[in-house]
């Protein structure tokens, strides 16, 4: 009796230990990595901040890979896997293909990051922390990223065509895909704020400077001299998506919408009459109240299914599984 109660404490201690094991690995922390690569935000911040000053939209692009990444089964980097012979990726899907960029310098930090610390940190976490240090180098917010995400073995193409809000999105729509990834409304207003820097393609805008009658006409007039109306003409052709300070995280993106000057349809049905427009109004007069809820945006969005614990892996190398 006495051995039968003694194996049952013991189970029953071990059971507690898995549970508070699993319960921990489940929890991103911001220290995750303080003991084991105490020199991790300073390395990463060094490649950014390097690829940013010769080239200051790889900001833009940078944060617009995580967000691409986490839109699409968690913050797990599978945007970040390449095509082989027997694997399809998500760069070749519809809102990544010739748009995503980046990818060389997620791979320049990759290199740096091994070399301090091999075989301990997730390219997960290094979008994280770039997208983060982007955001800073051109004069935005900083937050203190959560860690301890792991890389995804497998991707989805199908859940990057349909999962990544499009250019021509209405405001139901951005908001239910928004909501789909347990971000709110205010999430989903701040977060469009990235768009205060970085690029699109004439594609992506074409209809809208075309179409619409929503825009202002000297804007609409502006961004048509290097986006021709024909289709397939000047596809790939570039405008700022803030004409002011392109490559300033500021709030001029929001100003931009309440003159009718939003570059796409998506952005500019933040503004359009719908529940938004109050927020819209509050964040292109108090920078700071957006600077505040982006910060908290991120953290949120960062909080997307993240595989820890024994899932998912470590990459040696982001573009491919070990």
């Known amino acids: ?55 200051a939209r790889m900001g833009a692009s940078l944060l617009r890979l995580f967000f691409h990444d986490c839109f699409v089964n968690g913050c797990d980097a599978s945007v970040l896997l390449d095509d082989t012979s027997s694997f399809t990726g998500e760069k070749t899907a519809l809102p990544n293909n010739n748009s995503l960029r980046g990818f060389e310098v997620i791979d320049q930090i990759k290199t740096a ?77 701040a977060l469009s704020g990235a768009h205060t820097i970085g690029q699109a393609r004439c594609t992506t805008f074409r209809t809208r400077i075309y179409n619409e009658s929503t825009i202002d006409a000297t804007f609409a007039k502006t961004r048509q001299a290097n986006c021709p109306s024909a289709s397939n003409t000047g596809d790939n052709n570039l405008a700022p998506l803030d004409l002011q300070t392109p490559n300033s995280f500021d709030n001029n993106y929001y100003k931009n919408l309440v003159n009718n000057k939003g570059l ?16 819209v109004q509050t964040y292109s007069s108090n920078p700071s109240q957006f600077s505040s809820d982006f910060a908290t945006a991120m953290i949120n969005m960062g909080d997307i299914k993240p595989l820890t614990g024994t899932n998912g892996e470590v990459r040696k190398n982001c573009r491919k599984t070990n």
């Open 113 to 189: 990051v091994e070399k301090a610390c091999p075989g301990v940190v997730s390219c997960a976490d290094v979008l994280a922390i770039a997208a983060r240090d982007s955001v800073v180098i051109l004069g935005g917010p900083t937050w203190n990223v959560k860690l301890g995400r792991r890389d995804a073995k497998t991707a989805s193409l199908s859940g990057a065509n349909s999962n990544i809000p499009a250019p021509t999105s209405s405001l139901s729509a951005l908001i239910q895909s928004f909501k789909n990834q347990q971000l709110s409304t205010t999430d989903m207003v």
């Open 264 to 279: 796409l349809h998506s952005d500019q049905q933040l503004f359009s009459g719908g529940s938004t427009n109050a927020l």
């Open 1 to 55: 009796m006495a051995s039968s109660s003694s194996s049952s404490l013991i189970f029953l201690v071990v059971a507690l230990l898995v549970v508070s094991i699993g319960t921990s690995n489940a929890q991103l922390t911001t220290t995750f990595y303080s003991t084991s690569c105490p020199n991790l935000i300073s390395t990463v911040k060094s490649v950014v901040q390097s690829a940013v000053n010769k080239e």
